[in-house]
């Protein structure tokens, strides 16, 4: 089966200016995660949805983070405008429900200059 | 509040040695807890889960852990490591009451020759 797919593996940016993530879960699966992974911690979870609804998402910045999920396939995470303190990995993860094994995309690692 | 300790940040171990993770979790109920291994420039992949039943599971590349409900514990054990096992380990948490996927911070192992 296909994994997780994310685009781009890799971005710099400016601050100020604006990004998007881009993230294909595997097939079926009704649970998407977004998690921010700063350099030497932990994944932070961003936002998960349930389909195309939103679960949680308490620990995103919504004054510049924004993510949709249209027809409950794939997501887009966007950044606008990005901060230095944005830098990180950012993960997308699905699973096929609620409390399932999460399977992980390798990841989009962004940079802001 | 639902949390997950790793309290080793970076552990070293010589090739062939045995070795020992510590996870500790804070949930009022038993949760559904997970192991992965994150290597570099790699995404992250499962080891091993334990949702019910029997306390010591076995999981992949000869990994085993044993959840612990009185110490509130799910410990990675490895009897004999290899020096492709030097990465970053994660404990995970889903707790179904708050459907939350939690992240350790990890921990990360180096392997001497």
């Known amino acids: 089966e296909a994994g997780v797919a994310q685009s781009p593996r890799y971005k710099i940016i400016e601050k100020r200016q604006s990004v998007a993530f881009w993230c294909n879960p595997i097939s079926g699966h009704a649970t998407l995660y977004w998690y921010q992974q700063i350099l030497g911690q932990g994944p932070k979870l961003l936002i998960q949805f349930q389909n195309n609804g939103v679960v949680d998402d308490s620990q995103l910045p919504k004054d510049r983070f924004s993510a949709e999920r249209l027809k409950g396939v794939d997501s887009t995470l966007k950044i606008q405008p990005a901060k230095l303190e944005d830098s990180a990995v950012y993960l997308c993860?699905?699973?096929?429900?609620?409390?399932?094994?999460?399977?992980f995309g390798q990841g989009t690692r962004l940079t802001v200059v | 509040a639902q949390s997950v300790t790793q309290p080793d940040i970076h552990i070293t171990v010589s090739e062939g040695a045995s070795l020992e993770l510590r996870c500790n979790y804070s949930y009022g109920a038993t949760p559904y807890l997970f192991w992965y291994v994150q290597s570099p420039g790699q995404g992250l992949q499962l080891l091993l889960k334990?949702?019910?039943?029997?306390?010591l599971v076995q999981g992949i590349k000869g990994f085993e852990a044993e959840f612990k409900r009185s110490q509130s514990s799910f410990n990675l054990r490895k009897p004999s490591v290899h020096w492709s096992d030097a990465a970053e380990y994660f404990c995970?948490?889903?707790?179904?009451?708050?459907?939350?996927?939690?992240f350790g911070a990890g921990t990360r192992l180096a392997v001497h020759p």
């Open positions: 993860a699905s699973s096929s429900s609620q409390g399932a094994e999460a399977f």
């Open positions: 334990y949702f019910s039943g029997d306390t």
């Open positions: 995970l948490m889903f707790s179904g009451g708050y459907n939350k996927l939690i």
